[in-house]
């Protein structure tokens, strides 16, 4: 914790001001973790998944080719293939995927131990 030098409090004593580390998590955690709203808890599930994603990503990327590699990195994809609608003039297209692997279902059941535990 960083103190805040030479602040004095109206008897003259010294007085300590702690200013919590810059951690983005320690925010996130106050504000998302301890008010449990449904959006909040909807809000935590999903950065519990992305986050999980992406380090699987990154891990799949990193960790040599082995068994073990293909059976723990596997991604579950699922969701609406690519749909097109063309109407002349205006041509539009949409899809909609979710990608899982281990580490994605590892990080939200971290995060729904960090709810119910707080």
């Known amino acids: 914790m960083?103190?805040?030098?030479?602040?004095?409090?109206?008897?003259?004593?010294?007085?300590?001001?702690?200013?919590?580390?810059?951690?983005?998590?320690?925010?996130?955690?106050?504000?998302?973790?301890?008010?449990?709203?449904?959006?909040?808890?909807?809000?935590?599930?999903?950065?519990?998944?992305?986050?999980?994603?992406?380090i699987g990503a990154i891990l799949k990327v990193i960790v040599?080719?082995?068994?073990?590699?293909?059976?723990?990195?596997k991604d579950i994809t699922f969701g609406i293939n690519q749909i097109n609608l063309n109407l002349v003039f205006l041509k539009l297209g949409f899809s909609f995927q979710i990608v899982f692997n281990i580490f994605t279902v590892f990080f939200i059941f971290l995060m729904?131990?960090?709810l119910i535990k707080h």
Do not use: H, W
């Open 64 to 73: 040599p080719d082995s068994q073990v590699k293909t059976i723990l990195f």
């Open 2 to 54: 960083a103190d805040a030098g030479d602040l004095k409090s109206p008897g003259g004593n010294p007085v300590r001001v702690q200013v919590p580390p810059p951690a983005l998590f320690f925010c996130f955690y106050k504000e998302m973790l301890l008010k449990r709203t449904t959006k909040n808890v909807l809000i935590v599930l999903t950065i519990g998944a992305a986050s999980g994603t992406l």
């Open 112 to 114: 729904i131990y960090l």
